[in-house]
């Protein structure tokens, strides 16, 4: 199907036997992509014997549709789209044991086993979320792949921000939230050895289109839809985030991603519930340091470094 979306793009009258030609498959195998892409939902004109015209594209991750007007130099390049897998991160984990390069994205339209921190549980259902996972090949000692984590945080939450105009802000280390409620959780992967990294796989679920939540989750998730009170993309969407990661990737050459880090920040200075395995206390998160730790100042005035990954830090108040 993307070969033909990939031709009709333009929104020119197209004939289906240039498309057979140029492709190399029968007319037939025209008509039924063709056919194919009208029940994905694409709004396509069939002009009389001249061909087949697009008149409209439904908002889904397909290629051809994340690719045109995407104008960045590495991140989706290439971008990989698949109707429904286990989890994007996954895939993309295997792809990168097998070779697949620096700024490889691949999506999902659903993700039936989607995780989160500590193997949690990530929902993604059908055409209403985005499932995204953006591999990397960094060339920074493992110490520092903690950075890439709030790295990645900072990059959605900027395309958020860029698209749909809402105050994305993000609860360390890496969950992005709008008006308090969570739109996006973020769960980096890595293969790496004392000496080097070898891959980090960056995922993302963006709540985009879904309206309702269940009961678990109605009271601390939101999606972008919900707080815009409109359909957002899910195209741009992806789009503005590979852009933003571009930008990202930028300020951490630059030396100037912590101070940008903490502009998104909707943990600093904040009261906040440290929920470690067996203990939680209170205190107030005072800043987070250049290799990603958060440092809460508790009561008694003590200072106590939070590594990400061991806790979930909520605020006193409520969710953030
Ligand atoms: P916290 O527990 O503070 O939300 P966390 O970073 O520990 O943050 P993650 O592990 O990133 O949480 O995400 C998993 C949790 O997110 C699940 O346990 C569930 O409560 C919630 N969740 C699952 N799917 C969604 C979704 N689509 N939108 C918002 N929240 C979700």
Redo the contacts with the bound molecule.
């Keep these: 199907m993307d070969e033909i979306l990939t031709a009709l793009l333009p929104g020119e009258v197209v004939s289906g036997e240039k498309m057979s030609e140029s492709l190399g498959i029968t007319r037939t195998a025209v008509w039924k992509k063709v056919t194919a892409l009208r029940e994905r939902g694409f709004e396509i004109e069939s002009v009389g014997r001249k061909g087949y015209r697009l008149i409209r594209s439904p908002d889904v991750l397909m290629a051809p549709l994340i690719s045109a007007g995407l104008g960045t130099k590495w991140a989706g390049h290439p971008v990989i789209c698949h109707e429904c897998v286990d989890s994007t991160n996954r895939v993309l984990k295997q792809m990168a044991i097998n070779g697949a390069g620096h700024g490889t994205l691949v999506l999902a339209n659903e993700q039936t086993g989607g995780r989160?921190?500590?193997g949690?549980?990530?929902?993604?259902p059908k055409d209403t979320?985005i499932a995204m996972s953006l591999l990397l090949r960094p060339e920074i000692p493992p110490a520092r792949v903690a950075l890439l984590s709030l790295a990645a945080s900072v990059a959605v939450a900027k395309g958020i921000e860029q698209v749909t105009g809402l105050p994305a802000r993000i609860?360390w280390p890496n969950?992005i939230v709008v008006n308090g409620k969570?739109?996006c959780?973020?769960?980096l992967e890595m293969e790496a050895n004392e000496q080097s990294v070898s891959y980090v796989v960056a995922g993302a679920?963006i709540?985009v289109h879904?309206l309702e939540?269940p009961e678990?989750?109605r009271e601390?998730?939101t999606s972008l839809d919900l707080e815009c009170g409109h359909p957002v993309s899910r195209v741009k969407t992806v789009q503005a985030v590979m852009r933003a990661a571009e930008e990202t990737e930028q300020m951490l050459r630059q030396g100037t991603f912590m101070s940008v880090y903490e502009q998104y920040s909707a943990t600093m200075g904040r009261p906040v519930s440290v929920q470690a395995v067996g203990e939680t206390f209170t205190g107030t998160a005072e800043r987070i340091k250049e290799d990603g730790v958060l440092v809460v100042r508790t009561a008694s005035g003590e200072l106590r470094e939070v590594m990400a990954g061991d806790v979930?830090?909520?605020g006193l108040m409520g969710?953030v």
């Excluded at 949690?120 to 993604?124: A, F, K, S, Y």
């Design positions: 989160g921190r500590r949690r549980g990530w929902l993604t979320s609860k969950d969570k739109v959780g973020i769960l679920g709540n879904i939540f678990e989750i601390t998730a979930s830090v909520r969710y």
